[in-house]
């Protein structure tokens, strides 16, 4: 087969042949419901090269016929059941269509995809098939999938046949060969470099095994190792998804979400020596973001804070030491991005590792803070103390250039990005008019991060008997909120513009970035109510979730990526931002078409969906290029629940306090199972008695203290 040609166009990750993934450390597999791969988006990865770009599997000469497609509920494995379609005669008689079920179960592990291949035959009579598949390897970079050109390439070989193997060779420009071998557990009657066929006979209710497996040598694939390599696929996710507390409710459904929530985080984690790091979304973000892991971290920090160590482990490690305008590094910068792909090796792109946030410093601070907070756990903060204070001094050298004292950017070097909060499209900031803003901006909800992460470095530095710089970072602290409320707060607008540009022009626009503000506390009470009741109205609340920026806005468009659209992660923050205010109902109502919104994705939340109106009787529109699975999508429930219990764990403390519980919609009854408080466990109840949610101790040790609030 042919390299596939590229366009400028982002190719789509879901087709109407369905969008099915895996994933086991840097290995990724993308197909459709089939269990093909057929180019486009699809293919087999490892680094951010694609390894597989061609695994088609036909039957007699045709496409199978789909009965169903599934991954499994730990997400290691993904079967496709499928049929015949009518078989050509052997000799005077046509097998019927229907007779012999296939299926294809697959997975990953240890860099190598596995899968077997099952036929059984239901006909009366012996059938006689030829199954064929046909395979390439074009050795893409992640980018050049996306659509990013190429002046150049490495070396494609031609593919080398020996005996039941085919060996597709890449040598690439970064002096590095890539290998991918297709092997058989028997040998195809017909083996080329790009189509194995094999004629099997079935008896009837027969069951012929084939099993394949494609990685970077050459093995003999068998049963055995198979069954072998599956049990370990799947010890590893149970080990995953065992860490944390589980919540699990007197709710059928909620329970599938939430357990379905709780797979797609344990698949997407990485194992680094730094501890547990969930890699943003397939297929595009396959890889350590530092937004998204450090979000994800904090939707999960009181279930689980052994992954916010991790996030806050590795950022540390990859924190940068120097100034670089092409990977818009500065000394103590935390970084945006990693890969480990030839484009990124050869400086083609700046992503090998790159550090275009402006908010993923800020960020960082707030989950070291958030962290001390939960666990108590001093001495690992204290570890991270030259981290933290080498961010607060980039933080606090880039406000001081700015005349308000707001932490700004700018786009480093062409190629880089040229917004850098986490609405990073390039249109995704503007003016009333629709005018995109001169550089540098400095976006509302990042000041709300810098307040929140000044005043996280003030509690963890009086604690570590340094007074005098808590003064001072509970001081700037106060300073930054005053200038946000009197330099972002538009009376007429009734809300906080989303921007003030390099001209020191606010962007007078309604967006969902205010709900982040929300969320650090920063906004006035009277205010913070203001822009609540805006978020309840028909312009931003799509029936579906907060749409990221409200209606009749100019460059609204509900198909956009960031002007329209719904992300669940945003409606999570802008939902916990107005459980702080007190509007725990809506929070309870956000989480109601948050859980609405998953039914209908098969309970497992897109890294965003289309913002139209909810419509009777009609789903959500998916947005075609959406990640699926997607870290921070999958821990957005979490925060809501978080949000609507009202739950807060003190680990310094040994405490939980909990303020006017409110259960969702359809739930009575939920319990948190072995939630650590300080390194105690207990089990955490909650029931709804007539219109009240009463909180209570379920279970484990006494010596954790409940302050419920009513």
């Known amino acids: 087969m042919s390299e596939a040609t590229q366009d400028d166009e982002t190719p789509s990750a879901g087709t109407a042949r369905g969008q099915y993934s895996l994933k086991s450390g840097d290995t990724f597999v993308v197909c459709d419901a089939y269990g093909d791969v057929r180019g486009d988006a699809d293919g087999l990865f490892h680094n951010d090269t694609r390894m597989l770009s061609a695994f088609v599997l036909d039957l007699g000469g045709k496409p199978p016929s789909l009965l169903s497609a599934a991954i499994s509920h730990d997400n290691v494995l993904f079967t496709a059941n499928l049929s015949n379609k009518p078989l050509p005669p052997m000799g005077e ?50 980018f050049e999938v996306r659509g990013t050109p190429r002046a150049r390439r490495g070396e494609r070989h031609p593919p080398q046949v020996d005996g039941g193997a085919v060996t597709l060779r890449y040598d690439g420009l970064d002096g590095v060969t890539r290998r991918s071998v297709i092997c058989f557990s028997v040998a195809p009657g017909r083996l080329d470099g790009h189509t194995a066929e094999l004629e099997l006979t079935l008896p009837r209710l027969s069951t012929t095994e084939l099993y394949v497996e494609v990685g970077p040598e050459a093995v003999q694939p068998s049963c055995e190792r198979y069954r072998a390599a599956a049990a370990k696929a799947r010890r590893a996710m149970r080990k ?177 990005l040229l917004n850098q909060g986490w609405k990073d499209s390039e249109d995704s900031v503007f003016h009333a008019d629709g005018r995109i803003p001169p550089a540098p901006i400095a976006l509302v909800e990042v000041q709300g991060y810098v307040y929140a992460a000044l005043r996280a470095m003030a509690r963890v530095a009086e604690r570590r008997g340094e007074e005098e ?110 459980a702080h205010y007190g509007e725990r109902d809506d929070a309870v109502r956000l989480l109601g078409e948050t859980f609405e919104a998953a039914v209908h994705f098969g309970m497992r939340l897109p890294e965003l969906f289309c913002g139209f109106p909810r419509a009777t009787g009609e789903p959500p529109i998916a947005y075609p290029v959406a990640c699926l699975p997607q870290a921070w999508a999958a821990g957005s429930m979490f925060m809501m629940l978080q949000a609507c219990l009202g739950v807060e764990v003190d680990g310094r403390r040994g405490e939980v306090r909990i303020d006017r519980p409110s259960l969702p919609d359809g739930v009575d009854r939920l319990t948190l199972h072995r939630l650590d408080v300080g390194g105690d466990c207990i089990d955490l109840g909650f029931e709804r008695i007539g219109a009240r949610t009463v909180a209570f101790r379920a279970g484990g040790s006494m010596d954790v203290r409940i302050l419920a609030k009513v």
């Not at 390099?502 to 109510?529: I, Q």
């Not at 805006?534 to 002007?563: E, K």
Request: proline share 4%.
């Open 93 to 142: 008689r046509v097998t019927p269509q229907g007779v012999i079920h296939l299926e294809r179960v697959r997975f990953l592990w240890e860099a190598r995809m596995y899968e077997r291949i099952s036929c059984v035959n239901y006909d009366d009579s012996e059938v006689r098939v030829t199954l064929t598949l046909r395979f390439d390897a074009d050795f893409r970079d992640i």
């Open 240 to 416: 995953r998804r065992s860490h944390g507390a589980r919540p699990r409710s007197n709710a059928r459904l909620f329970n599938n979400w939430l357990e379905r929530s709780r797979a797609d985080i344990a698949l997407l984690v990485s194992e680094f020596p730094t501890g547990p790091y969930p890699c943003a979304g397939i297929p595009w973000f396959a890889t350590p973001f530092g937004r998204d892991g450090i979000i994800t971290a904090l939707q999960l920090l009181w279930l689980d804070a052994g992954l916010a160590r991790g996030v806050l482990g590795y950022l540390a490690e990859h924190q940068a030491r120097e100034t670089s305008a092409f990977r818009d590094s500065a000394p103590g910068k935390i970084m945006h991005e990693t890969r480990k792909s030839e484009m990124a090796e050869l400086g083609e792109v700046p992503f090998g590792r790159y550090y275009g946030g402006v908010d993923t410093t800020p960020l960082y601070v707030m989950l070291a803070g958030a962290y001390a907070e939960r666990t108590g756990d001093e001495v690992f903060v204290d570890k991270l103390w030259p981290t933290l204070t080498a961010a607060m001094g980039w933080i606090e050298r880039t406000c001081d250039l700015d005349p308000h004292g707001f932490l700004t950017y700018a786009q480093g070097e062409r190629g880089g």
């Open 469 to 578: 710089a808590a003064d001072r970072w509970r001081h700037r602290a106060l300073v930054m909120r005053k200038a946000v409320e009197d330099l972002f707060w538009d009376e007429e607008l009734g809300t906080y513009g989303i921007a003030r540009d390099g001209d020191d022009t606010l962007c007078r626009v309604r967006a969902s970035n205010v709900g982040h503000l929300l969320y650090v506390g920063l906004p006035k009470l009277w205010r913070a109510k203001k822009a609540i009741r805006q978020f309840r109205t028909a312009a931003f609340d799509s029936g579906w979730g907060v749409r990221t920026l409200a209606m009749q806005q100019a460059r609204f468009n509900p198909m956009s990526y960031h002007d329209g659209s719904v992300w669940p992660h945003d409606v999570a923050l802008c939902a916990a931002g107005m």
